[in-house]
């Protein structure tokens, strides 16, 4: 019969039992079967065709998305710039072991994820990366990030525990500006700068521990706007504290 006089055939879910039914042959013509595409993230291929990057949400709608590790055989190396801004539905995020690298406003204004755990071959943070997600309360960056960019977690007022790894050697300007809920911080001695606010407004930071000496503590390049609140005023290191000192401009209010 024709394709439209199959259309009219009524033909049950377990007509054909396990059999997988991929075409039908008319005599008009041949239909196809067409299965819903399964939801999944937008990637891209890299210009060389030998890694990829997810750069979009796509047609996932669930709130706890698991980033592949492989697209097209290649292996998912990034997560781009934008690639998830503002999906306010995201609350937890699986990342592969193959992505060295977090792209700027990645996750930003992502304001229900509450947790973050990056794998170790990750090794930079762009900026804004994870800008104003409100309810982000951890976040463990793995061994081997070296920079986090400028306003990396710009007001992530819920953020109370965070693990910076072993091999930071950047933290960019204002990156933790106004996490007010950090109570504690603990930096290791690959550290070799600290940007202007980094960490100023928050209110909360009670004590910060150096995992170097004293004296290289002090080879730290320091922006000249301080990073710490004034009610930071020593640093521990594993041979004594450092005492800090404000900006030369700096007036409470």
Same mark, same amino acid.
């Given at each position: 019969?024709?394709?439209?006089?199959?259309?009219?055939?009524?033909?049950?879910?377990?007509?054909?039992?396990?059999?997988?039914?991929?075409?039908?042959?008319?005599?008009?013509?041949?239909?196809?079967?067409?299965?819903?595409?399964?939801?999944?993230?937008?990637?891209?291929?890299?210009?060389?065709?030998?890694?990829?990057?997810?750069?979009?949400?796509?047609?996932?709608?669930?709130?706890?998305?698991?980033?592949?590790?492989?697209?097209?055989?290649?292996?998912?190396?990034?997560?781009?710039?934008?690639?998830?801004?503002?999906?306010?539905?995201?609350?937890?995020?699986?990342?592969?072991?193959?992505?060295?690298?977090?792209?700027?406003?990645?996750?930003?204004?992502?304001?229900?994820?509450?947790?973050?755990?990056?794998?170790?071959? !990750?090794? +930079?943070? &762009?900026?804004? /990366?994870?800008? #104003? =997600?409100?309810? %982000?309360?951890?976040? @463990? *960056? $793995?061994?081997? !990030?070296? +920079?986090? &960019?400028?306003? /990396?977690?710009? #007001? =992530?007022?819920? %953020?109370?525990?965070? @693990? *910076? $790894?072993?091999?930071?050697?950047?933290? &960019?300007?204002? /990156?933790?500006?106004? =996490?007010?809920? %950090?109570?504690?911080?603990? *930096?290791?001695?690959?550290?070799?700068?600290? &940007?202007?606010? /980094?960490?100023?407004? =928050?209110?909360?930071?009670?004590?910060?521990?150096?995992?170097?000496?004293?004296?290289?503590?002090?080879?730290?390049?320091?922006?000249?706007?301080?990073?710490?609140?004034?009610?930071?005023?020593?640093?521990?290191?594993?041979?004594?504290?450092?005492?800090?000192?404000?900006?030369?401009?700096?007036?409470?209010?």
């Amino acid at each position: 019969g024709s394709i439209a006089e199959w259309d009219n055939v009524f033909v049950p879910e377990e007509a054909f039992g396990n059999i997988e039914i991929k075409r039908i042959k008319c005599a008009d013509g041949v239909i196809e079967s067409s299965e819903p595409e399964a939801a999944s993230l937008e990637y891209k291929l890299a210009p060389d065709g030998r890694s990829a990057r997810v750069v979009g949400i796509g047609s996932i709608a669930d709130a706890d998305i698991v980033i592949d590790a492989t697209y097209l055989g290649v292996p998912v190396t990034e997560i781009a710039d934008n690639a998830f801004f503002g999906c306010s539905a995201v609350k937890s995020v699986i990342i592969p072991e193959s992505v060295t690298k977090i792209g700027a406003h990645a996750f930003s204004l992502c304001s229900s994820l509450e947790s973050i755990v990056l794998p170790d071959g !990750v090794t +930079s943070i &762009g900026e804004y /990366a994870f800008h #104003a =997600c409100e309810n %982000l309360k951890t976040a @463990d *960056l $793995g061994e081997s !990030v070296v +920079s986090i &960019g400028s306003n /990396a977690f710009f #007001a =992530c007022r819920r %953020l109370d525990s965070i @693990d *910076l $790894g072993g091999k930071l050697q950047t933290i &960019g300007d204002s /990156a933790f500006f106004e =996490c007010v809920s %950090l109570k504690s911080l603990t *930096l290791p001695k690959t550290l070799k700068s600290i &940007g202007a606010m /980094a960490f100023s407004e =928050c209110k909360s930071i009670e004590s910060v521990t150096y995992n170097g000496t004293a004296a290289e503590w002090k080879k730290i390049t320091l922006d000249e706007m301080w990073a710490f609140e004034p009610s930071v005023a020593l640093v521990k290191c594993s041979d004594g504290e450092v005492s800090l000192s404000l900006p030369t401009d700096y007036n409470e209010t």
